[in-house]
């Protein structure tokens, strides 16, 4: 059974960075993508980053590009979502997310993922 433990949120001020960590384990993730989504207050869930884990190929919402870097740990089974230069609209519960690259949809919908994980809070104060 797939497993997917997100660690590392938390306070920060604006301006400020965070390492988000995705550990996964169940299986070799070798032919999946993992993505990162977050879903604040009263708003639906919200593609963030995602990456092919044995390509390495990464793909990110426009509202992180060149802010956020998702990265991933092969020995470690763990998917990394660095976050610099925090605003207070990245407040959010952030998920991590799992699913065969064979699986249909659109690395960004929420529906092309099979597994999650429980979420992680980052708060960015102003």
């Known amino acids: 059974q797939v497993q997917l433990v997100e660690s590392g949120g938390g306070l920060v001020q604006a301006g400020g960075s965070l390492r988000l960590s995705c550990a996964a384990s169940?299986?070799?993730?070798?032919?999946?993508?993992l993505g990162w989504f977050r879903q604040a207050p009263g708003k639906e869930r919200e593609f963030v980053a995602a990456?092919?884990?044995?390509?390495?190929?990464?793909y990110y919402a426009d509202s992180v590009k060149g802010r956020f870097t998702i990265s991933r740990d092969n020995a470690k089974n763990t998917v990394y979502l660095q976050m610099n230069s925090l605003k207070p609209e990245d407040t959010a519960v952030y998920y991590c997310?799992?699913?065969?690259?064979?699986?249909?949809?659109?690395?960004?919908?929420?529906?092309?993922?099979?597994?999650w994980g429980q979420g992680t809070q980052v708060t960015v104060s102003s």
């Open positions: 997310a799992a699913s065969p690259e064979y699986y249909s949809g659109s690395y960004s919908s929420t529906g092309s993922y099979v597994y």
């Open positions: 990456i092919k884990w044995n390509a390495g190929i990464t």
């Open positions: 169940g299986r070799t993730f070798s032919s999946y993508r």
